[in-house]
Every structure is written in C-alpha cells, then in structure tokens.
C-alpha cells in the first residue's frame, strides 16, 4: 500500500465485520496520542451527524 498524501491522511472508510457490524481504522499516531490500546473499551455517542468516541469510564 501507497502512503496517502497530506491532505488525505484522515479520510477513512468503513467495513462491513460479522455482517451486522461495522469497523473504522484509526491513525496509528492518533491512538498513541491518546494512549488507547488495544482490546480498550470505547462509548459511542452519536451527537447529530457526527459520531463521539470516548474512552470508557466505569
């Protein structure tokens, strides 16, 4: 795979996982920024047309 250019660098797309689901693939320099790993529970909130993911708090 290519190297997308600058402008382009946050454009995702989603998949299709399991069939009922869907998936989006973060930036790696994103996920370390916010110290996220892997497996880590997420809320989603959806905010108008817009999504809200945020970490998980018990």
Known sequence: MSTRK????NI?????VAG???????PIDLIR?????????LT???KGKKLIV???KK
């Open 20 to 26: 009922r689901s869907f998936g989006i693939t973060f």
């Open 54 to 56: 945020k970490d998980w």
């Open 6 to 9: 600058t402008e382009k660098r």
């Open 33 to 41: 920024k916010l110290g996220w790993r892997s497996r880590q529970k």
């Open 12 to 16: 995702r797309s989603l998949t299709k």
């Open 44 to 46: 989603v909130t959806p």
